[in-house]
């Protein structure tokens, strides 16, 4: 029976959503419809232009022509005959003398606007004097034609030019949102009041239109603050209730308990607003009967209440879609927040897309590098070898003649012999030349130190061209990477531009539900072992929360260990505390650095560098400068400066060494180079990779054995182009690593197998901590040499070990797992 209940129960909420997404598809549709005919016929301007054209303030006053007609001019001037005319009739439908002021105002409005043209400016700062003048002259024109001029007339026509100076400020403001408004750009307040200005002075010119009792300004104006309240919250609804009330009252004074009746209304229907519309509704139809009451307006309760009803017939027909459009453009709501994520997006996209250009235009830079012209033929080159040095004496030669026109095959054979010996071994002394040729050839001795002349050229032009093209292939590798490195920034931009709200909010959910206060949860990134996520909660006053409760809870609904990368406590400023919280590796580092320079001096020349690779990795790296003193410092420094921005950036190992190489080698012309000895440790897997470049071997540390990592390459800065040896290990925990300059190696100068020594030192090790190691290393080959520092030593120790988290996972029932989106690349 259970389960049958359950089965009706989804049957019903399924046809129910069924039912509310057609409702939803079919009014969005009817919307599109009614938008598209609206903008065809110009039915907006026809209508705004109607009821202004025939709204009245205090019964006598029509400040609303002029200043609509001058700001339509300059803002929409296409839609300006449709709104004249519109002007003109709904002055028409009042009455004649509204009617003859009306065309007064529009003829002496169109001249004054082609006047002001002859002075052209980009802002509106003189059209509300422009209106002022047009409103004076033109009504003070239709007392004279109508023989009404006195005292009483000329105040009226001054406050009304007044009213209109105002008017046109409130009417650039709201009649830029309706025909010029910006998609993803918030309203100001001000510009929220202008808007509802616009649309309260539209409903006084539907005063006076009664079917039943039943006034159409107010059930216009409670389907407006029905409207708002629904979008804006109590705020919202509360200031459309005050200053639509205010322009009804104005318009009809009669009317002035509106104020009351819609400020307290809109206020609790925003109020009521997370009810959704029949919690907004229930607001409106609250505050209408509790005034109607106690305002002492019992006989018109029932008319009250009839309009209240007609807003919300209005209401609850008015399509999703518009709303929606007129949401996004108030702050605070939830459309407007998707609209801007949407406009966010939008410019990631765009910013992705333009760095993948790049990356594509250098990949194909790459390409271009490293395409080389194909190798030529023997033949073609041993041709061109013997024409240059016939060039030289064959050419100026009385016999030739008869070598190269009579006996050419015989003359071309001997030359090439003698050619490809030159080629394979180098000279020409010892290699027994053509009889015939030497008894035929007049400048034997000049053609043979031609031949070795012309070869030597050759050998100098090859190593050249072989140079640069070695320089273009390092170029193409660094434009490859270069064009790697963009192209995982474009990705990394794209993933962050997900939508990761709903779990902002499942993580708030769980934290509140263990009793915290959370301002603010931001999620950059959800990717397994790259969770990165900032929270901000209020302080907890040193109980270090962060690390006891937040990152345990996080570590049970995400599945994957979380740990405080970072955290700010600000108690004595806002009293909020912010916490980074990222992924916890599988394994970390323990390091510890022992040196000394010189003769006991200040500064080494050798250097060190620990660094953060920000992916998972942890580099470390020793360089040895050329000598002593601050030059080899500052080269060896500036070796790993350079080394650490490349590997930061992006690029691997290898071509960050091949890089750093080539700007030492071209940077200076005097004799300058570095050792660089680079271990980059993977904390996801404790796989190392070993980088030695004139380096001296490292060491492994591995319970009581010792294993030795070794390479062969010459120092950067030397060659123009290196081979660079890259050495994998897999290091388990408990290994220790000990990595040292040749300062600390080559110290025995009377020992021929240094490396022996160097293990049977290591092994001798009674201690594990990575600073004791460094620390008892140094101290042992200073004393070796009786206490003398003959070189610069350095020695860097580093310990794997497993991560453990200070703090188990929080276990919660019911505590629902985080999803994780899918990432598409």
């Known amino acids: 029976m259970l389960n049958k209940h359950h089965v009706i129960s989804d049957n019903t909420q399924m046809w129910s959503e069924r039912i509310a997404s057609q409702w939803a598809r079919t009014t969005g549709a009817w919307g599109e419809r009614a938008a598209e005919l609206a903008k065809k016929y110009r039915l907006l301007p026809l209508a705004m232009g109607f009821l202004l054209g025939r709204a009245l303030i205090l019964e006598e006053l029509s400040p609303f022509i002029v200043p609509y007609f001058i700001v339509m001019y300059f803002l929409k001037r296409d839609h300006l005959p449709a709104g004249a005319v519109a002007l003109i009739a709904g002055a028409a439908t009042h009455s004649i003398p509204l009617l003859l002021k009306a065309v007064l105002s529009v003829v002496l409005s169109l001249l004054a606007c082609r006047m002001a043209e002859r002075f052209p400016r980009k802002d509106f700062s003189i059209t509300p004097f422009i209106v002022l003048a047009t409103v004076f002259v033109s009504h003070l024109l239709f007392y004279v034609l109508t023989n009404q001029v006195s005292t009483y007339s000329l105040v009226m ?97 009669g009317a002035l308990q509106q104020i009351n009746l819609l400020a307290f209304s809109g206020l609790l229907a925003g109020l009521l607003k997370e009810g959704g519309k029949a919690g907004v509704s229930a607001g409106l139809v609250i505050g209408t009967a509790i005034l109607a009451i106690y305002g002492g307006a019992e006989a018109t309760l029932y008319l009250s209440l009839l309009e209240s009803a007609l807003a919300i017939f209005l209401f609850v027909l008015t399509p999703a879609a518009v709303w929606k459009k007129v949401s996004r453009f108030i702050p605070g709501t939830a459309e407007h927040q998707q609209s801007h994520q949407e406009y966010m997006r939008r410019v990631r996209d765009m910013t992705a897309g333009k760095i993948l250009q790049f990356s594509e235009l250098f990949t194909q830079l790459s390409r271009s590098f490293a395409q080389t012209s194909a190798p030529q033929w023997q033949d073609e080159q041993v041709d061109l070898f013997l024409s240059r040095v016939t060039e030289s004496t064959c050419q100026k030669c009385w016999k030739k003649e008869q070598c190269w026109e009579r006996e050419t095959q015989t003359t071309y054979e001997a030359m090439r012999s003698m050619a490809e010996a030159m080629f394979e071994q180098g000279t020409l002394h010892g290699v027994p030349m053509s009889k015939e040729w030497e008894r035929k050839c007049v400048k034997t001795d000049k053609v043979l130190e031609m031949i070795e002349n012309e070869y030597r050229r050759h050998q100098t032009y090859s190593q050249l061209k ?360």
């Not at 750009?185 to 079917?211: D, F, H, Q, R």
């Not at 994957?560 to 806002?574: L, M, N, S």
């Not at 003959?790 to 188990?808: G, K, Y």
Request: proline share 2%.
């Open 157 to 253: 026509v001054m406050i009304e030019a007044i009213l209109s100076f105002v008017l046109t400020l409130i009417f650039i403001q709201s009649l830029s949102i309706v025909h010029l408004a910006k998609p993803f750009e918030p309203l100001k307040n001000e510009e929220i009041v202008c808007l509802v200005i616009l649309l309260a002075s539209l409903m006084t010119g539907t005063v006076g239109w009664v079917v039943q009792g039943i006034s159409m300004e107010h059930v216009l104006s409670r389907y407006l603050l029905l409207l708002f309240a629904f979008i804006g919250g109590g705020t919202v609804g509360a200031a459309v209730g005050v200053v639509t009330g205010l322009i009804l009252s104005l318009a009809d004074v």
């Open 466 to 825: 072989k140079q640069v093209q070695e320089s273009r292939k390092l170029v193409a590798d660094q434009l490859s990477g270069v064009s790697r490195v963009m192209m995982d920034f474009a990705m990394q931009i794209q993933r962050e531009g997900m939508e990761l709200s709903f779990q902002e909010k499942q993580v708030s959910r769980a934290l509140e539900g263990l009793g915290l206060s959370v301002r603010r949860v931001d999620i950059h990134n959800l990717e397994e072992g790259k969770v990165d996520i900032e929270i901000s909660q209020p302080t907890c006053y040193g109980r270090d929360e962060c690390a006891k409760i937040v990152a345990p809870m996080l570590t049970e609904i995400l599945g994957e260990t979380i740990v405080v990368k970072e955290r700010q406590c600000e108690a004595y400023r806002d009293g909020y505390c912010k916490m980074c919280l990222t992924s916890a590796k599988a394994f970390e580092v323990d390091i510890g650095v022992a040196g000394a320079a010189k003769g006991g001096k200040l500064l080494s020349g050798d250097s060190f560098k620990t660094m953060d690779l920000g992916n998972g990795k942890v580099a470390l790296a020793i360089s040895d400068g050329m000598g002593n003193g601050e030059r080899a410092y500052l080269e060896s420094q500036s070796a790993l400066d350079m080394l650490a921005q490349l590997l930061q950036s992006g690029l691997d190992e290898t071509l960050a060494i091949k890089t750093v190489n080539s700007v030492l080698a071209l940077r200076s012309t005097d004799e300058m180079f570095a050792t660089v000895d680079l271990a980059l440790i993977d904390l996801q897997t404790a796989n190392t990779r070993f980088v030695k470049i004139g380096s001296t071997p490292s060491f492994i540390k591995r319970g009581k054995d010792v294993l030795t990592i070794t390479a062969n390459n010459l120092p950067v800065g030397i060659l123009e182009d290196i081979e660079v040896d890259v050495v994998s290990r897999n290091l388990r925990p408990g290994d220790l690593l000990i990595m040292m300059s040749d300062g600390i190696y080559e110290a025995p100068r009377h020992i021929e197998n240094r490396q022996l020594w160097m293990k049977r030192l290591i092994g001798e090790l009674e201690t594990d901590d990575p600073q004791e190691v460094a620390d008892l290393l140094l101290e042992k080959v200073i004393r070796h040499h009786c206490g003398d520092i003959l070189d610069d030593m350095t020695v860097l120790a580093a310990r794997i070990d497993r991560f453990v988290p200070q703090w188990s996972a929080i276990q919660v029932q019911g505590m629902e797992k985080v999803e994780r989106p899918r990432i598409v690349s």
